[in-house]
């Protein structure tokens, strides 16, 4: 298999089918010709098309004609129908990588022809801005040769890990949900601005890049959150004092059940015959 991608088939144009292919035409990592898809209503596909000037294909069928490289980017409750589509079309030469969440790549091997290779991958919505975490497992039949095929397909929306399968619902509650947490923590920190007086805008400024810059310092410097805090926490200073009111609101515990609530989550939301 050459290291390189030649044809990508993408199945399923939603926001995250759209986002990895404008991520792939603004890197250069494949040309606009070279990408084909289908979505599955006709007009959906003119429109989704046209926006990224990419090709439309008539059927899940005819696509996997076309292209080697299969990303699966539908919701889990159309995986069945895609997959009894492509699945015994599909040959070694093909690798497919899926986005789709909770279905495991045994599932995915389980219905497409022996020897296929099956990626699995779980980016999140901040590829949009293309500072996305995506993290990839590999299936049994992939290689890491298949895996640094689904990080140059990844990369370009932000940082790529490789994680073993079993992963994979940590994943998706901490990385894959994360947004969500961290949003829900810059509205109240914007909130917390307008009651000691400052206009939202600029609160909101304050607030996104503090989160923003601490994030950085933590990438940057390698250091321990903890020493980090402790950097800004002065004897007697004002930070202390916040860091109390956390404490007793007890936001370190309220964060790590929110991750364990939805890694379990994730779990329960597997298809059936996985483990
Ligand atoms: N959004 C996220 O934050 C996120 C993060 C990580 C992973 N994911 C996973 O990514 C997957 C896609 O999510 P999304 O938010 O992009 O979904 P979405 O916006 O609902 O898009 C789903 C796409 O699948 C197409 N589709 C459905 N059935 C099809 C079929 N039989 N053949 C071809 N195309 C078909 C739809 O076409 P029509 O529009 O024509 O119906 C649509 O273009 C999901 O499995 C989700 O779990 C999402």
């Not at 079993?166 to 990385?175: F, P, R």
């Not at 909130?191 to 923003?212: F, H, M, N």
């Amino acid at each position: 298999m050459a290291n390189k991608i030649s044809t990508v088939g993408v199945i399923g144009l939603g926001t995250m089918g759209r986002c990895l292919v404008r991520g792939l035409i603004d890197s250069s990592t494949v040309s606009k010709d070279k990408i084909f898809f289908t979505t599955k209503h006709g007009e959906a596909s003119a429109k989704a098309g046209k926006e990224l000037g990419i090709v439309p294909v008539g059927s899940n069928a005819e696509l996997v004609k076309k292209a080697s490289l299969i990303v699966l980017a539908v919701k889990p409750q159309n995986i069945p129908e895609v997959l009894a589509e492509i699945g015994k079309s599909l040959t070694p030469q093909h690798t497919v990588i899926s986005i789709v969440a909770s279905v495991q790549t045994d599932q995915i091997e389980a219905s497409v022809s022996k020897g296929v290779a099956v990626v699995r991958a779980m980016p999140n919505t901040p590829a949009l801005v293309r500072e996305g975490m995506t993290a990839i497992c590999v299936g049994s039949g992939a290689s890491k040769e298949h895996a640094d095929l689904a990080k140059m397909i990844f990369s370009p929306l932000g940082q790529v890990v490789v994680v073993d399968e079993k992963n994979m619902d940590a994943v998706t509650g901490l990385s894959g949900c994360g947004p969500a947490y961290v949003y829900v923590v810059l509205e109240s920190l914007t909130d917390a601005g307008i009651k000691v007086g400052l206009s939202r805008e600029v609160a909101q400024q304050l607030a996104a890049q503090t989160v923003l810059g601490s994030a950085k310092m933590l990438m940057v410097t390698g250091k321990h959150p903890a020493a980090l805090k402790d950097e800004v926490t002065t004897p007697a200073g004002c930070t202390i004092d916040g860091l109390m009111e956390l404490e007793e609101g007890k936001l370190r515990v309220t964060l790590i059940k929110a991750v364990v609530q939805a890694t379990n989550r994730a779990k329960s939301l597997r298809l059936p015959d996985s483990e």
